[in-house]
């Protein structure tokens, strides 16, 4: 049996570690949050659940498939929608795509679910990762391999310069910002989501009324880059600017929402992404996450983990 430590609570890491549970090996799971789930992140306001980080999911992988039958049919997931509006200055027009899944008790929740029966040590921040001629360590304490299951400048910072997960981890991430407003009523027109495309300061609008399924008359708008840059050191200080571009995408109430909230994404998406499913080096130092994939979503860090994982228990093995 391997003792493994994953650095990161998110779904990557999480399905990282149950593949090697599942082989007998002992994980531990370290994350600065209170609790797993990453950028699948939601809030609470008034006791109702609003998604914050990750808006939806896709489902195209058969492992990732069964996961989500399992969650459908203890309805922790459901189906959501396969049209979204895509908005220019110019215009509007829905589109179909792939059907989106949403959770009814937030995206957050399905990553809880399955972190359930791990070792998940919260709030358990992690300060160095070195290599050796032993292997791996954590913060002093050795393992036979260690997971990096976050956004590479973050993982970056744990290791030294030149260690060959350190030079592989390159992806500078894009920052944004997401703005939760809610009113008293609704008063714009059903459209699950908007696409904003050409505008400097949104790049996303979901209806959580909608995707929650209960109507509230809640939106939460993303930021792009740009817009997010201008603000990381106040975050609060961009619910003006964003509220006010919220404004020209939906028709919205003229009065002020009762509720204004902006969370900061410093690491929100990845730059470019890698063409590799994941990182594993000669010295037990791995990699994966959303960034490890074709495009950056719920599932690519959902297969990206799951990859890693089968191939720490064939080495280990």
């Known amino acids: 049996m391997a003792h493994v430590v994953v650095v990161g609570a998110g779904l990557s890491g999480v399905v990282c570690a149950r593949e090697l ?8 799971v370290r994350d600065t949050g209170r609790r797993p789930g990453g950028r699948m992140a939601l809030r609470r306001h008034d006791g109702r659940v609003v998604d914050i980080g990750a808006s939806y999911f896709t489902v195209r992988d058969d492992a990732f498939a069964a996961v989500v039958d399992d969650w459908e049919l203890r309805g922790l997931a459901r189906p959501w929608t396969d049209r979204f509006t895509a908005w220019t200055p110019t215009g509007r027009e829905v589109k179909a795509g792939p059907l ?7 995206l957050r929740s399905l990553v809880e679910d399955l972190a359930g029966r791990l070792d998940v040590r919260s709030a358990d921040p992690v300060g160095r990762v070195e290599v ?9 304490e050795r393992a036979d391999a260690v997971v990096l299951a976050m956004p590479d400048p973050q ?3 744990l290791l030294d310069p030149g260690t060959p997960a350190h030079d592989v981890l390159d992806d500078p991430y894009e920052p944004a910002l997401a703005l939760t407003a809610g009113w008293d009523e609704r008063t714009w027109p059903d459209e699950d989501g908007i696409f904003v495309g050409d505008h400097a300061d949104l790049a996303w609008v979901a209806d959580d009324g909608l995707r929650r399924g209960d109507h509230a008359p809640v939106l939460v708008a993303h930021s792009t880059a740009d817009r ?3 603000h990381l050191d106040d975050p609060a200080s961009a619910g003006g600017p964003m509220l006010a571009a919220l404004r020209e995408v939906v028709d919205v109430p003229d009065a002020e929402p009762t509720l204004v909230h902006v969370q900061r994404w410093t690491f929100s998406r990845p730059a470019h992404g890698h063409d590799a499913t994941f990182h594993l080096g000669d010295d037990g130092v791995g990699a994966c996450g959303d960034a490890w994939g074709p ?21 280990l093995a």
């Open 21 to 28: 549970v599942a082989h007998g090996h002992e994980v531990v």
């Open 228 to 230: 997010a840059r201008q």
């Open 295 to 315: 495009t950056s979503s719920v599932e690519t860090a959902y297969v990206s983990g799951r990859a890693l994982g089968l191939a720490l228990v064939a080495r």
């Open 155 to 157: 993982a970056r910072r």
């Open 132 to 140: 050796g001629p032993d292997g791996p360590s954590v913060d002093g």
């Open 100 to 106: 989106r899944w949403a959770a009814p008790e937030g």
